[in-house]
């Protein structure tokens, strides 16, 4: 079935930076959108940026242009993001997201189980 | 402070209908952006519930529809159910933002 399958939970201490993988099965990982979207302990969600699997362009959300990375590895249909100069506030769980390319602002069909990160020293 | 409003919280008893609402502006759903809402149970990933403000995806009951006009968009559900208790968030896409996809705070829903 089509599903976004992350990786694991992460303690990470502040001013490192962490990666996070999301690999795609049950579909041609290149005909989709990736998104990652993040959530704080009892806040709501937030876009960080989108992955275009085909091409690699990105963009990203202002709030995080300088310290996050999105990447991606099309042997193993995974999507990456790394997120850098961690701090207290980065503490949440990141979800990929999958979205059509064929309309702009396109629904997220699919998402990943998440992968709680917390930053603490 | 998100981009799209929404109220924090909404109750209801079972069997009774809810809807909660979603507010942007001309540049996101007023600029003919579809809106989306997804139902985020307890401990879980978001769900996809209605696409392009009025669309069903497979599986999900003909209980929960979509609705927009103008820079508000409203979910409904009807024929309240204890499962449906859970967080919604209202989503689009913003003009005024490269690249930008937003999200409204989220509204817990309560059944009572």
């Known amino acids: 079935q089509v599903q976004l399958v992350q990786s694991g939970a992460e303690l990470k201490k502040p001013e490192t930076s962490v990666m996070v993988s999301c690999q795609a099965s049950g579909y041609t990982f290149t005909s989709f959108f990736i998104h990652w979207v993040r959530q704080a302990p009892g806040h709501g969600l937030e876009w960080m940026g989108i992955?275009?699997?085909?091409?690699?362009?990105?963009s990203y959300a202002q709030k995080f242009q300088g310290r996050f990375t999105m990447t991606r590895d099309m042997s193993t249909s995974t999507a990456y993001m790394e997120l850098s100069s961690l701090r207290s506030e980065d503490t949440a769980v990141y979800y990929c997201a999958r979205a059509g390319g064929g309309t702009t602002g396109a629904a997220f069909d699919i998402w990943g189980q998440g992968t709680m990160v917390t930053v603490s020293s | 402070q998100s981009v799209l409003t929404q109220p924090p919280s909404v109750s209801g008893a079972p069997g009774q209908r809810v809807t909660i609402s979603c507010t942007g502006s001309s540049s996101n759903i007023g600029a003919d952006y579809g809106v989306h809402w997804y139902q985020q149970l307890p401990g879980t990933a978001p769900k996809l519930l209605i696409y392009n403000n009025n669309n069903r995806p497979s599986g999900v009951p003909a209980r929960f529809s979509g609705s927009k006009s103008g820079t508000s968009a409203s979910l409904a559900i009807t024929g309240l159910q204890a499962e449906d208790e859970a967080d919604y968030y209202c989503q689009s896409y913003d003009s005024s933002l490269i690249g930008s996809r937003v999200f409204g705070g989220g509204t817990k829903l309560t059944v009572l």
């Open positions: 992955l275009n699997p085909s091409g690699g362009s990105t």
